[in-house]
């Protein structure tokens, strides 16, 4: 095997075995076998281009046109012409797709599922940096940098994991990158033969022969990047800030499974995918329902619950999901003893308002909905499959409206074990203070719904706490008790921070996330906002079941059950809908009234952004090292849009209002002829003004308006070059405005981006480079040969 094919086979060992830290983050992995089959393909013609031989930048050329048609049919072949060639339908296809994988990202928990849209930006994502390692390594011979990709790709996974990746995956990195270096140094030693060192001695004083002979520049400066380039990856994971619950946060879940029952659910958090909408300035509707409940004030519509405690997050278990049943079993622990009504609910969703999770008011003994919807059983809850949301979805749900006794829940009996075991799990890392502080509160109290009372009156009532939108939620361990300390903040601090109390007193909690019920309408039916969006605790009670208590000051109702008045009743049995309301759905969703304009000035309805993370951790590492990583991680990002930040600065700078006069003219004339370059047309210095317009309307396909702009600036030119007196020109700045859109829209959607992202105009700072080190160079040599004639001849005084 020659040198280069050994070291081609090396660039990709190594990029695959520093992609298997993304293995953990999607389940079934096969991805990783696409990737490592469309990698191949690549080497391979690498390897065919260099053997011809090619110039290198058409050896990399050659690579992305394969790489290019092989995603292409793996990934849009419906859509390609001949089922590989990318055309206009394919590339829309492969931007829906990875717009989807996107917002998949941001929706799943680790490990997401291998959906079409993920499995795009993994196999896209290492063929990409593969293609880096190859072109690095291979084409240039420079294995050494080939390093710093395969840093990026593990930092990635290790960062997206929470600096949890594991000793094994960054030893399988580690061990491809050395693998890269000595086939690269196996590969330069053949060239030159082999290197003579001295006979091996066992370091004799005075002896000038090292044992094993010298170490060459290549190989030291190998093991130097080698020995950084593991320190970085040791280290960044620790400093980067946890990603919990989701890969990029937490989202909407999706089920696995087919048709029948079976399958699992993805530990999510359903509400990021509201996150853009909760900051939204003005409310809107998501949903609208008629109901025949007598009083809707209990009525929450409840998506999913959180029942996991890691101490940094609270996020919602992987569950074993199953076909819809047409009526859902009894509520677990929920006696016929206690008041229980039946009610029904009609309801219809916003086509505009797409989740993965339905909302439904808990705890719902049957649901009526078309599409694929599955069951999680733990939760009671529903949840879309195959991409199906609730987009303009209509549904009927028959719930039960259970109100026990402050009674009833006080000589509850113990819960059962399993329940008990996995609901009040809290970790060691949870802070002492925590608990010290539920003791404190609930001092005196004499069962566990004394406790649950004591705790909801002093977050909602009596502790001093104040509902601010505008708080962060934090990172870390040490969250809750920054809340605790601060008393300051909003749903997602009181119901989080709840849960985590109540579990240290031993009540069995979690943290349901959803909607309060909404507003009623002039027409009888209930609009529920966006702003309406909602996380509440849930505590168990045997014989009640999971019962709802309200923390959060002015937000939502207080249950019944856990005030002074609470009414007692006597047993009963379900009681059938009542026929006095209508429950049709209304029609269309309309604009949501359950913001006043009162409590927007006040901010009682403001975004609830940290409902998009589903955290109350604190804590966390250190400051300045977050500062300091997230600072590198941005300026390596920012790198790919230097020549759009330059583009865009020096265009400001040339059409500023400052500068009068020819000057000014010209620097719009410059800033035209860089506009045209951008789309294709190639400046000409040799040109007059008025024939490089001619040429710029020509060839840049201009017409109207656009046309007319570029020749009256042109004749602007001359006069301000020829003229011995110019006449002032205004509107100069416009008509380069009124040119470039001239281009935009005449412009296919690849010249567009190109001129966005990579504008051809950008040569002018390599050959402004090239300029100021020609001309510094010069310079210096001209004084090192005068410095030097001196000191040869020295000159001597008489």
């Excluded at 393909?41 to 390897?47: A, E, M, P």
């Excluded at 065919?48 to 394969?66: D, G, I, K, S």
């Excluded at 802070?431 to 002093?458: H, S």
């Excluded at 209508?582 to 901010?603: D, I, K």
Aim: net charge positive; with cysteine; proline share 7%.
């Amino acid at each position: 095997m020659s040198g280069r094919a050994r070291l081609t086979l090396a660039a990709w060992a190594a990029t695959l075995m520093a992609a298997g830290a993304l293995l953990p983050l999607v389940k079934p992995a096969t991805w990783i076998f696409t990737a490592a089959f469309v990698l191949a393909l690549v080497s391979g013609v690498g390897t065919l281009a260099r053997r011809m031989p090619l110039a290198r930048p058409l050896t990399l050329l050659a690579q992305l046109v394969v790489a290019l048609l092989a995603l292409t049919a793996l990934f849009a072949g419906d859509q390609a012409i001949l089922l590989f060639l990318p055309g206009p339908q394919a590339l829309a296809h492969a931007a829906d797709l990875f717009a989807a994988g996107a917002e998949d990202v941001g929706r799943y928990a680790i490990p997401a599922p291998d959906t079409e849209g993920i499995r795009l930006m993994l196999v896209g994502g290492v063929v990409a940096i593969g293609l880096m390692v190859d072109t690095l390594a291979v084409t240039f011979r420079k294995a050494a940098p080939a390093g710093l990709p395969l840093l990026a790709l593990y930092s990635v996974a290790a960062g997206l994991s929470g600096g949890g990746a594991g000793w094994l995956w960054f030893l399988l990195a580690a061990s491809g990158y050395l693998l890269l270096l000595l086939a690269e140094g196996r590969d330069r030693l053949s060239q030159w033969g082999r290197v003579f060192g001295g006979a091996r001695r066992a370091g004799r004083p005075g002896s000038s022969v090292a044992v094993g002979g010298p170490t060459f520049a290549p190989a030291r400066t190998g093991r130097r990047i080698g020995v950084v380039a593991m320190g970085v990856a040791l280290v960044v994971p620790f400093a980067l800030p946890g990603f919990t619950g989701g890969l990029i946060g937490s989202g909407g879940g999706e089920g696995t499974g087919g048709e029948g029952g079976g399958g699992t659910i993805s530990a999510v958090n359903p509400l990021v995918s509201l996150q853009d909408n909760l900051r939204q300035q003005e409310d809107r509707e998501v949903l609208r329902y008629r109901t025949n409940a007598r009083d809707t004030s209990g009525l929450y519509l409840r998506l999913v619950a959180l029942d996991q405690f890691d101490g940094t997050s609270w996020k919602s278990s992987v569950r074993p999901i199953e076909a819809v049943p047409q009526r859902l079993p009894w509520p677990e622990g929920l006696s016929r003893n206690v008041l229980i009504t039946e009610v029904t609910s009609n309801f219809v969703a916003s086509e505009g308002y797409e989740q993965k999770w339905l909302p439904m008011p808990y705890p719902a003994g049957r649901v009526d909905i078309d599409g694929r919807w599955r069951y999680e059983p733990a939760g009671r809850m529903l949840v879309g499959d195959d991409k199906q949301t609730t987009s303009g979805a209509r549904y009927t749900v028959s719930s039960l409206d259970v109100q026990p006794t402050s009674e009833q829940l006080a000589a509850a009996g113990e819960a059962p074990e399993r329940l008990l075991r996995e609901y009040t799990r809290v970790p060691s890392s949870l802070p002492a203070d925590v608990k010290a502080t539920a003791l404190r509160i609930t001092r005196g109290a004499g069962n566990d719904y004394e406790q649950a009372v004591k705790l909801q009156d002093w977050f909602a009532r009596d502790g001093g706490f104040r509902y601010d939108v505008n708080v962060e939620s934090g990172t870390g361990v040490q969250a809750i008790s920054r809340f605790l300390r601060d008393k300051e903040g909003f749903c997602v601090h009181f119901s989080f921070s709840m849960a985590a109390m109540a579990r240290s007193l031993g009540i069995p909690a979690r943290v349901a996330v959803g909607f309060m019920p909404g507003t009623t309408q002039t027409d009888g039916s209930v609009s529920v906002g966006i702003r309406d969006a909602h996380a509440w605790p849930e505590l168990y009670f045997e014989g009640a079941g999971w019962t709802r208590f309200e923390p959060t000051p002015s937000r939502g109702s207080t249950p019944s059950y856990t005030q002074d008045d609470t009414p007692s009743g006597t047993a009963t049995g379900p009681a059938q809908p009542q026929e006095s309301a209508s429950a049709q759905p209304s029609v269309a969703p309309s604009a949501s009234e359950s913001c006043t304009p009162q409590e927007r000035r006040l901010g009682d309805c403001g975004p609830e952004e940290a409902l998009a993370g589903a955290e109350t951790s604190g804590g966390g590492p250190d400051p300045l090292t977050v500062t300091l990583t997230v600072v590198g991680i941005l300026a390596v990002l920012a790198l790919p849009l230097l020549p759009l930040l330059w583009r865009r600065r020096v265009r400001a700078r040339r059409l500023a209002p400052a500068g009068a006069g020819g000057a000014r003219t010209l620097a719009v004339w410059r800033e035209i002829v860089d506009t045209a370059w951008d789309y294709g047309v190639d400046p000409d210095e040799s040109q007059t003004p008025r024939r490089t317009a001619a040429r710029i309307v020509e060839r840049g396909g201009l017409a109207g308006e656009a046309a007319e702009a570029v020749h009256r600036v042109a004749r602007a030119v001359e006069e301000a070059l020829y003229a011995p007196n110019p006449r002032p020109v205004s509107g100069l700045a416009e008509e380069a405005t009124r040119i470039r859109t001239g281009f935009h829209e005449t412009a296919d959607r690849g010249n567009r981006l190109r001129a966005l992202l990579a504008p051809r105009s950008a040569a002018r700072v390599r050959w402004a480079a090239a300029g100021w080190w020609t001309d510094t160079t010069t310079k210096w040599s001209t004084r090192r040969t005068t410095l030097q004639s001196r000191l040869r001849h020295p000159r001597t005084t008489p």
